[in-house]
């Protein structure tokens, strides 16, 4: 008789997502002539910058030509993208990155849940909260999270490190050391940074403890701010002690594409043993590669004019960012993210809950956000909106929420 993964029971019911859309369904329903505007859902709205797409006709021609066309892609993706993320993103930011310890892959959420799959299910995870949902989902999939307490919303074997307005919404190093900690910088959902000399703390903690430090930088292209680092591997001791994950969904706007890549340094160790080949092979094992021609359009990701377009976007993003951020704390919000992450975190007014925040937002000023407390219990009482509209709903959303 077959049997199931009884862990997948412990994950807790109604995805934050699925909620949302279910309660803009019914006011919709109740209100047609509702007019809503949508800042909730992390996606990014601005179509394939022009050189990008125009690298994908050619490489789309390519696959219809028996001399050009590709079949399987190499394990670890072509040579071609590697070097190009190696050089652009690491070597010229002086990150002692080489294009072997770059793995490509569809995308940084798989990479972000299947990378617990290379380390024991004995290791203790340390999450930020409020966080990303996928890497506590992924690690209780794996049975490594122990038992899910609905009264705190929190798992018993997990060290959350909260972070809300008294620490910056920036994670003190726990006292109860974790074997893995994720952290994610530029933060979603709250939109903050982590400047070098505290991420240096970071990686300090991880080499003297012997813990790994798993890196999301998905919103790096964000940054705009001189101290801010774009790489953990800016820090001294990383290669040791770090792995790292990028995405070209919010850089490039691939997020209907599929593009990302994880980097595993040579060095990095646990118990002795180093995790390049275990991570070589899970991906050579599972994985068959991106297409090749979502890799050659990322390699145009940094030609010199798809960098001028991609960055542009970016801009177009920030200044709704900077748009919301202002016209919210003229309302007299308090406000923050919004600078180095297109991400906006608000704290709800009169003590509402984020999720009492949600509906009056949506019946009064039509708007649709996210409830911090759907991204972990310290994230009650606050509220994400993405920068990722377009320009004139961004304006009116704010006008409107400006007049409740
Ligand atoms: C959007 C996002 C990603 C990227 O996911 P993809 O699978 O590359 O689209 C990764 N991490 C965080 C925190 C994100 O918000």
Request: aromatic share 12%; proline share 5%.
């Amino acid at each position: 008789m077959a049997k199931i993964n009884r862990n997948y029971l412990s994950l807790p019911g109604s995805y934050l997502f699925s909620r949302i859309g279910e309660k803009i369904r019914c006011f919709q329903e109740q209100h047609p002539e509702a007019d809503i505007i949508r800042l909730g859902i992390g996606d990014v709205t601005q179509p394939i910058a022009p050189a990008i797409i125009s690298t994908l006709h050619d490489a789309v021609d390519e696959m219809g030509d028996a001399e050009t066309f590709h079949g399987y892609a190499p394990d670890l993706g072509y040579e071609f993208l590697r070097s190009a993320i190696a050089q652009k993103d690491y070597r010229e930011r002086n990150c002692d990155i080489s294009a072997e310890e770059i793995f490509i892959s569809d995308g940084a959420k798989c990479d972000c849940g299947n990378i617990q799959e290379i380390f024991s299910t004995d290791n203790r995870i340390a999450v930020c909260d409020p966080v990303y949902p996928v890497y506590v989902d992924s690690n209780v999939m794996a049975g490594r999270c122990g038992k899910y307490d609905p009264q705190t919303g929190r798992f018993a074997n997990v060290i959350y490190m909260p972070c809300t307005k008294e620490n910056g919404y920036v994670p003190q190093l726990p006292e109860e050391v974790p074997d893995l900690i994720y952290l994610c910088f530029p933060n979603n959902p709250t939109g903050a940074v982590m400047k070098k000399d505290k991420l240096q703390e970071w990686v300090d903690y991880a080499v003297y403890h012997g813990s790994v430090i798993l890196y999301d930088a998905a919103y790096e292209a964000y940054i705009s701010e001189a101290e801010i680092p774009h790489s953990i591997y800016e820090c001294e001791g990383a290669r040791k002690c770090a792995i790292e994950f990028r995405s070209f969904s919010k850089t490039a706007g691939f997020t209907g594409l599929r593009l990302g890549f994880t980097v595993v340094p040579k060095e990095l160790e646990a118990e002795g043993t180093a995790l390049w080949p275990l991570w070589a092979r899970r991906h050579g094992t599972k994985y068959n590669g991106a297409p090749y021609i979502i890799q050659r359009a990322g390699e145009a990701v940094y030609s010199a004019e798809g960098r001028r377009q991609v960055l542009s976007q970016v801009a177009y993003y920030m200044e709704n960012a900077k748009i919301i951020y202002s016209s919210l704390r003229s309302a007299g919000y308090e406000v923050s993210g919004g600078v180095n992450a297109p991400y906006i975190w608000l704290r709800t007014p009169g003590r509402m809950t984020s999720w009492e925040f949600f509906d009056y937002l949506l019946e009064e000023a039509g708007v649709v956000g996210t409830p911090g407390s759907g991204f972990g219990p310290s994230g009650e009482h606050y509220f994400r909106l993405t920068a990722f509209g377009d320009r004139k709903r961004t304006i009116e959303a704010v006008e409107r929420i400006g007049r409740l």
